[in-house]
């Protein structure tokens, strides 16, 4: 089953109300200040968390990816949502049937999993796209070139990321996100199956986010547990 990448949704510049009464312009747009560590895993724990339509991206003839991200939001669309601070655990990806530069053209991350500090930053992602957001404690801590994350879902520790801020490069870029849509997209969001810069991945693949496919380790099978992760400079 071929992921959808072509049909965009929520961008037609429609405004919509999320199931907390907040409401958005579409398009969406956002300021944030995202660090971020890739760290080789698993393919078979990376794939056994994919849905059937996508295939890993490979890091190593021989391991795929995982990659962390620490994001501080500082502006959301006309400002109706307040700031928010995030934790995404996102999978790099491909369609499963794209080859050659029709992958290259595709390469994106599956949103595995991405807890979030407010309620109106959950229903914005789930509701709008998809997105596997949960309300947690993601607590950020800058302190000169480096910044920890922490973050706590349901009283339970789940990771501490210390990433060392690289030097900045004013540039552009353009990227894919997928996740499976299992929730209904409120009247008013548009197509309920892509998003720009979004892709939403048919059919949609009920689990656990962080389903246990390999134990031999915390960053191969990507337990709901606590992991520690510390890159240094």
Known sequence: MTADVSRPGGTDGAAATLSTGHRVELPLSTTARVLGVALPASRSGVRSLLPESLRPVRATPTRAAVALLSVAYDRIGGCDIEPYDEFGVVLPAVPADASGCSAVGHVGGYVDFLPVTTDPARA????IWGY?????DVTHRDRGATRHTTVTVDGERFVDLSVDRPPAVDTRLSATSYTT?????????????????HSCVSPPTPRSPFTPADPSGTSDALPRRLMLISRAS
């Open 132 to 136: 596997p957001k949960t309300v947690a």
């Open 124 to 127: 914005l992602g789930v509701d």
């Open 181 to 197: 849509a299992t929730t209904p997209v409120p009247t008013g969001f548009g197509d309920s199956t892509s998003a720009t810069g």
